[in-house]
T-cell receptor
Framework: DVKVTQSSRYLVKRTGEKVFLECVQD?????MFWYRQDPGLGLRLIYF???????EKGDIPEGYSVSREKKERFSLILESASTNQTSMYLC???????????????FGDGTRLSIL | AQKVTQAQTEISVVEKEDVTLDCVYE???????LFWYKQPPSGELVFLIR??????QNEISGRYSWNFQKSTSSFNFTITASQVVDSAVYFC????????????FGQGTELSVKP
């Protein structure tokens, strides 16, 4: 079974802090993703990466950055945390196109982040 | 631009009832994929099904079935004889071919199945 592990289930930080959310997958997936989930808005893509050291902005990248130094690890960084970044953060991974098909993403359990 | 709409925010049913979750999508691309995910209270999204835009055949998996209709841009999900364990938030999502596999999610439908 695919395992996507997020470093924390719950995290409380203060405004202005630099926050790191870590995600590790064990299936040698090339693609990795960071989403945030807010009530009534579903999941929105922050950043994704299709290879080591490669990254692309998603729909809501402002205030975030990412790092992918190793294939299995994808980190989300809140440069200077603000209260509007309080949310559930979900990491996912997948294979790239296979047989001409987009592959399903496998998700971690999520990190519920509160910024005070 | 692409968009997914799940108009039903919350649905409550009694066990053994059938329930249909609606999903409507928008895209001008001709090759795309549609997904359903289940998010139980534990938080992890669980993949349920993937459908490509060229395959309109309905699919049944146990008590779950999916109805894909391109003419109405809909990909609805029906649970037959619902059970308490079906209580979860369900997300419909769209992925465009060759765009990195990123998903565009609907707002989610929270299903509550009462005993």
């Amino acid at each position: 079974d695919v395992k996507v592990t997020q470093s924390s289930r719950y995290l409380v930080k203060r405004t202005g802090e630099k926050v790191f959310l870590e995600c590790v997958q064990d299936m040698d997936h090339e693609n990795m993703f960071w989403y945030r989930q807010d009530p009534g808005l579903g999941l929105r893509l922050i950043y994704f990466s299709y290879d080591v050291k490669m990254k692309e902005k998603g729909d809501i990248p402002e205030g975030y950055s990412v790092s992918r130094e190793k294939k299995e690890r994808f980190s989300l960084i809140l440069e200077s945390a603000s209260t509007n970044q309080t949310s559930m953060y979900l990491c996912a991974s997948s294979f790239p196109l296979q047989g001409g098909s987009n592959q399903p993403q496998h998700f971690g359990d999520g990190t519920r982040l509160s910024i005070l | 631009a692409q968009k997914v709409t799940q108009a039903q925010t919350e649905i409550s049913v009694v066990e053994k009832e059938d329930v249909t979750l609606d999903c409507v999508y928008e895209t001008r691309d001709t090759t795309y994929y549609l997904f359903w995910y289940k998010q139980p209270p534990s938080g992890e999204l669980v993949f349920l099904i993937r459908r490509n835009s060229f395959d309109e055949q309905n699919e049944i998996s146990g008590r779950y079935s999916w109805n894909f209709q391109k003419s109405t841009s809909s990909f609805n999900f029906t649970i037959t004889a619902s059970q308490v364990v079906d209580s979860a938030v369900y997300f419909c999502a769209l992925s465009i071919y060759n765009q990195g596999g990123k998903l565009i999610f609907g707002q989610g439908t929270e299903l509550s199945v009462k005993p």
